[in-house]
């Protein structure tokens, strides 16, 4: 997905200038500026990986604001010449570094930055602002994050919505009204006198905005009632120009912001002039611009011979000598992907063979080697090579070691898990990126086979490079046995589960969309009836001014562009109208319209009448699976309308039947087991319900006494703790006051004091060692659990708690699949298992094996690991899905 990072140019060069201690070059020339910039943005480079980058510059001094106000920016002190010295330098270095930077004359940097990211708003890309000006927050969004420069230039921290909300209770729109009553000193923006931003923000949280607090002077009283009637003007122009301008005539395009990495020709050159020679001999670049060592990729390295039809018997007889193997594919979804060609790697030379050639009958032997699943084999992201190989006819089996998941339970967070990501890491000098070498998106093209067979043999060569030191790594970690004994056999597992797909009954599927059609016609025209005309349901302006003017509903939230009609939103509205309702029923019906009947009939296969999703074990940090293509997980089950749709999904044999298990409340019988809490151990021990349990003990009741809502919020309060909720998290679930939340999480670490100990020592290991563990020792990082700024802290904190706990479930349900999967082989049963979604599996039966599997399913996963309380599945069955459960 495209990422932009934009940079307040003026701002940071600033910052960077008074941060760093004197630099020159040679010649005498000031560098410090240039260099604490270069670093900064070098690292935000490495860490977020932009696919865009762009600096953007003040083009002179005078702008549009002066025209409203002639002292704007008026008391700054004038720019060192040892700073305005540095910008041609900064400026000429980044057209080095291949970093796009924009200025228009008569606008601010602000402005820039202002209309990009309302541009990428609107078309929904992710924007990373990154600036020291507070001003910028007013920017943030759904798609848009600020990074607020910290400590001169060493420290971001982070902004969205929900920072800017826990740090100053406002929405980004606020900000701007903040300015307006505090002022700001460096821009010589008036405000308010004698308004700071703590007597602002306790205006705005009672007023909301620079506007109200103006009409309704007659609610203050005394010297603050006198200073806002006496500054009204000051309050109006203030707040304007701290507005960011959005609407700058911008002649350059998203492209012209793109970022391929560093210029390799030229980046050199550039840092060398500037004599940043430990910058050069990070980056391995070439002071002369000829590139890095990855670019190089000295040919001595790596071997390769290109086989053809004379030559397979040469690669015949040395298939028991063969340590590591590449197979290269090429398209999203491996399913439907192309194989372009395979490696195999003896201790001395690569072997490439073209994937044509693989296919031909004198290839069988190779064929037959790929089969056997008595030979080890050991490559890159095995699982994807298995079902590609699969949907060409080839066979595949023996997968023991993948460096692609070893990678993932190495860091489970780092998100450069690419091969060449990965050779980089390990010091493997002689690989570059796939990008470099097939081109990306629409440009991806296959090179000649003398750079293609090099560029795979490179790659067979770094997995063989890399496999020693993973292991180490593992070994180090104690995490051997996770990896040989639980994800290695899994990938095997869910490969096989994806090629054996779940039937789908398509005429119901269509049926079921017809419905849903006759629903959404129906919705649409009560909707139009009680509005009184016809309007764009789909467009949040339309439907803003039916709700906001001529309904004249409360307005809840603004944007930037208008009202907001977020579904957080409309639920606060929907006691005030009954045409709310309509809407969100009308958005929950198309929706499933769209994305699943629509989505599900395009991802049935003509061949097998079946969806094959691609479970991807390398993305979720806490080790739970994800599913794709398509996503068999996120079908809601909380309303009947989608409930219904599991009720397409269907054996695939005559007078089979769909069984679904469920574990029970996992999560929870997980942190009985790791706080050892004694209240939580008694009532799964005592087979309680453990909700109605909770209540009891927190509002001191008998079980008699637990009404609906002691056991709703109960519920609420277990499921947030795993979780890590805060007192806000807690008052929004249960429409409490965060005071009424705040007391009902006190007194539950009251009752469940061994939660509250477990949660205590949690963090505090987290802070001593950097990361957390299950209890199949699956690590997570955490390495903000140390930082400064109080909202990463508080994340890793509330990660740090729930980790070892979603972790430890997400081990269990994969422990029971291996384990089933074995039970299954074991007793040639010929039920299979379909889908794992969340807690629960889903198998079809014949028959005459539905009792074996009634009692064998919940004994395998009661039985997955050993707990100080039971594990509990519950287990239906029917002619479909939705009858299994």
């Known amino acids: 997905m495209d990422k932009l990072i934009v940079i307040d140019g003026n701002n940071i060069i600033y910052r960077a200038f008074f941060a760093m201690p004197p630099l020159t070059n040679a010649s005498g020339q000031q560098t410090n500026a240039v260099y604490g910039f270069t670093t900064m943005l070098l690292r935000l480079i490495d860490e977020h990986k932009p696919t865009h980058m762009m600096v953007a510059f003040d083009a002179g001094k005078e702008t549009f604001r002066h025209a409203d106000f002639q002292d704007y920016k008026g008391k700054r002190e004038k720019t060192p010449p040892e700073l305005s010295g540095q910008f041609p330098l900064l400026k000429e270095l980044l057209q080095g ?175 060398a002039k500037l004599e940043f020679k430990s910058l050069l001999e990070r980056l391995n670049l070439d002071a002369g611009g000829a590139g890095n060592a990855e670019a190089e990729q000295p040919e001595a390295e790596v071997e390769v011979v290109t086989v053809d039809v004379d030559l397979l018997p040469e690669v015949v007889n040395l298939l028991d000598q063969i340590r590591v193997m590449h197979v290269e594919t090429y398209g999203d979804n491996p399913h439907h992907a192309s194989v372009i060609g395979i490696v195999l790697a003896t201790e001395n030379l690569q072997y490439y063979v073209p994937f044509e050639l693989l296919k031909e009958d004198t290839a069988e032997p190779i064929r037959n080697w790929l089969a056997d699943s008595s030979i080890p084999k050991r490559g890159y992201d095995l699982h994807r090579i298995d079902l590609a190989l699969h949907w060409h006819g080839i066979a595949f089996a023996g997968a023991s070691f993948d460096v692609h998941l070893a990678a993932y339970l190495l860091d489970p967070t780092e998100s450069n898990q690419t091969l060449s990501g990965l050779a980089a890491k390990y010091g493997v000098s002689f690989l570059t990126s796939d990008e470099d070498v097939f081109g990306k998106g629409a440009k991806y093209k296959i090179p000649d086979v003398e750079i293609l067979s090099k560029h795979l043999a490179r790659k067979c060569a770094a997995v063989a490079q890399v496999i020693p030191l993973q292991e180490q790594e593992l070994s180090d970690n104690e995490m051997l046995p996770l990896f040989h004994e639980l994800e290695m056999p899994l990938s095997r597992i869910l490969a096989d589960m994806e090629k054996q797909g ?35 349901l789909n467009s949040p302006k339309q439907l803003g001014e039916i709700l906001f003017v001529k309904l004249e509903l409360p307005v809840v939230k603004k944007t930037k562009t208008g009202y907001s009609t977020d579904a957080e939103v409309l639920e606060k509205l929907a006691p005030y109208h009954e045409i709310v309702r309509y809407i969100l029923q009308y958005r929950t019906i198309a929706k499933l319209q769209s994305t699943y009947v629509e989505g599900l009939l395009k991802e049935i296969s003509p061949q097998t009448g079946k969806v094959h999703t691609y479970y991807r074990q390398t993305i979720a940090a806490t080790g739970r699976l994800s599913s794709q293509y398509p996503n068999l997980q996120n079908i809601p089950i909380r309303l009947e309308e989608g409930r219904k749709l599991r009720k397409v999904f269907v054996p695939s044999e005559p007078g089979w039947s769909i ?131 109080f909202n990463l802290r508080s994340f890793a904190e509330r990660t740090a708690m729930n980790t070892p706990i979603q972790g430890t479930a997400a081990d269990v349900i994969k422990l029971a699949m291996v384990h089933m999967d074995a039970a299954l082989h074991e007793r040639q049963l010929k039920s299979r298992m379909l889908l794992q979604v969340h807690d629960e599996l889903v198998f079809e039966v014949p028959e005459d094996e539905m009792e074996t599997m009634k009692t064998l399913v919940p004994e395998v996963m009661s039985k997955a690991l050993e707990l100080v309380v039971p594990l509990k599945s519950e287990v239906s069955y029917g002619k479909n899905w939705y009858e299994a459960k």
Not at 511 to 523: A, M, P, T, V
Not at 660 to 670: F, N, P
Not at 696 to 717: C, L, T, W, Y
């Open 97 to 271: 570094l291949g970093v796009a930077q924009f200025e228009i004359k008569g606008y601010e940097a602000d402005d820039i930055i202002g209309t990009i990211t309302r541009q990428a708003d609107e078309q929904g890309r992710q924007v990373m602002v990154i600036s020291g000006d507070k001003d910028m927050l007013q920017l943030a969004s759904d798609h848009i994050t600020i990074g607020m420069v910290r400590k001169g230039v060493t420290e971001i921290e982070q902004y969205g919505l929900a920072q800017i909300k826990e740090r100053y209770d406002l929405t980004p729109e606020q900000i701007i009204d903040l300015k307006g009553l505090m002022g700001d000193a460096s821009d010589n923006i008036p405000g308010v006198p004698g308004v700071g931003e703590k007597t602002a923000l306790k205006l705005l949280h009672e007023f909301g905005s620079v506007e109200q607090v103006l009409a309704r002077t007659n609610e203050l009283k005394g010297k603050m009632k006198e200073k806002i009637e006496d500054n009204v003007e000051s309050a109006i122009l203030s707040k304007k120009l701290a507005t960011i301008f959005r609407e700058v005539p911008l002649e350059q395009s998203w492209d012209d912001m793109k970022f391929d990495g560093l210029n390799q020709e030229t980046a050199g050159p550039a840092l």
């Open 502 to 536: 779940i039937s789908v009954n398509v005429e119901d599927l269509k049926q079921l969309g017809r419905e849903f059609e006759e629903q959404i016609k129906s919705l649409v025209e009560k909707i139009y009836e009680i509005a009184g005309t016809e309007f764009n």
């Open 659 to 789: 069984l679904a298990a469920d574990y029970s409340q996992i999560e929870l019988r997980v942190l009985a087991h790791i706080s050892d809490d004694d209240r939580l151990k008694e009532a799964f021990l005592h087979d309680m319900d453990i909700h109605t349990k909770t209540a009891m003990d927190v509002f001191g009741v008998s079980e008699e006494d637990v009404d609906s809502n002691m056991r709703r919020s109960a519920k609420a309060v277990n499921f947030g703790i795993v979780y890590g909720i805060s007192d806000y998290g807690l008052s929004q679930n249960l429409n409490i006051t965060r005071k009424e939340a705040a007391k009902f999480i006190d007194q539950y670490f009251e009752v469940f004091q061994g939660v509250r100990r477990y949660m205590d020592e949690i963090v505090k290991q987290a802070k001593q060692y950097g990361y957390v563990k299950t209890l199949l020792e699956r690590r997570r990082y955490l390495p903000e659990i140390n930082a400064s700024n």
